[in-house]
């Protein structure tokens, strides 16, 4: 089976929308403990994973880290040359790397396609980036026979490190988002290529609802895996008051912010329809009445929350949504 649309440079093919950070709201929380974590584990982890269900500000926080990450870059900050010894001490400093960034989709989930994506990602950096890659590409999938797949995808990944290695020398990270979304099998034989044999000026992040097929844990035996999950990325008490109460002026008594906070378990898509909720209240009881409701209700607080907003909707709306 050939792949005609791999004949084109796949930066023709691909929505360049998906190689930019989704636009932050104006009303996101900085979250300052954990952008630090963020740049911790880029300091000192090959791989980064934040694994946490829908909704715990992943692709937040990887948008605000490129924010904090842009004001640090430097017109000196591109790419050079180093000699073999300086890749090999090369330090990832806390800011001012270069990166790529991918938002992945259900049609990635092709093996051939979702390298062609990364290879477009990384030519943000480089542009003209990866022409031998594309050449293995073309030649795995012409023709292809689905049962030697994982060994092509294997072989076209080990094309794709050398070219980092040799034409990518300075610190940046490749960031994956929606990482859940690829399910192929041999997708992910070449992203533990990638991984088991990441060249030294790389980085690699990948935000996901579950943790991917990849050999986490012979890869935290060895100290090169650095994690954030639900636990981690969950709003603490008081980021959930200064989300509420500071930020979008709700003006909650304590008692109703530890309900909530404990009824949504910190969730960050929790608060926010909470908040949308109370702000449509008109009255003080109303809302009253409404975080009682909350915290007594045996639903799960995405279902109670969604059933409120999508009552007050007129029904035109409402069976749109």
Same mark, same amino acid.
């Given at each position: ?63 605000e880290w490129v924010q904090a990450n842009r004001k640090l870059q430097t017109p000196n900050s591109k790419v050079q040359t180093p000699n073999a010894q300086a890749a090999d001490d090369l330090k990832f400093e806390v800011?001012? $790397?270069? *990166? ?5 989709? +259900?049609?990635? !989930? @092709?093996? /051939? %396609?979702?390298?062609? =994506? ?114 981690? $990325?969950? *709003? ?5 008051? +200064?989300?509420? !109460? @500071?930020? /979008? %002026?709700?003006?909650? =008594? ?68």
């Amino acid at each position: 089976m050939e792949s005609p649309i791999l004949r084109d440079a796949p930066a023709v093919w691909l929505a360049q929308t998906k190689f930019h950070p989704p636009r932050l709201r104006d009303d996101v929380l900085p979250r300052p403990r954990l952008l630090a974590a963020l740049r911790d584990a880029l300091a000192s982890h090959p791989l980064t994973l934040l694994s946490a269900p829908a909704g715990y500000g992943k692709t937040t926080l990887l948008g605000e880290w490129v924010q904090a990450n842009r004001k640090l870059q430097t017109p000196n900050s591109k790419v050079q040359t180093p000699n073999a010894q300086a890749a090999d001490d090369l330090k990832f400093e806390v800011g001012g $790397l270069e *990166f790529s960034w991918l938002s992945l989709d +259900e049609d990635d !989930n @092709d093996p /051939l %396609r979702f390298l062609a =994506a990364v290879v477009a990602a990384l030519q943000r950096i480089k542009p003209g980036f990866g022409v031998a890659v594309q050449a293995s590409l073309n030649e795995a999938a012409s023709p292809l026979d689905l049962s030697e797949i994982g060994a092509r995808m294997r072989r076209v990944a080990v094309v794709l490190i050398n070219d980092i290695l040799e034409t990518l020398p300075d610190p940046f990270v490749l960031i994956l988002d929606d990482l859940h979304l690829i399910t192929a099998a041999a997708a992910f034989v070449a992203l533990d290529t990638l991984v088991e044999r990441l060249p030294p000026q790389m980085r690699f992040v990948a935000a996901t609802r579950h943790d991917p097929p990849l050999a986490l844990a012979r890869l935290r035996a060895r100290g090169q895996l650095a994690e954030l999950r639900l636990a981690d $990325l969950r *709003f603490t008490h008081d980021e959930a008051a +200064e989300f509420l !109460n @500071d930020r /979008l %002026r709700l003006g909650l =008594a304590p008692d109703d912010l530890l309900a909530l906070e404990t009824r949504t378990e910190g969730w960050a898509v929790g608060l926010r329809l909470t908040a949308g909720s109370l702000d449509g209240l008109p009255t003080a009881s109303d809302r009253a009445a409404f975080l009682a409701r909350l915290v007594q209700t045996e639903r799960h607080a995405f279902d109670f929350l969604a059933g409120e907003v999508l009552d007050r909707q007129p029904p035109d709306a409402r069976a749109f949504l």
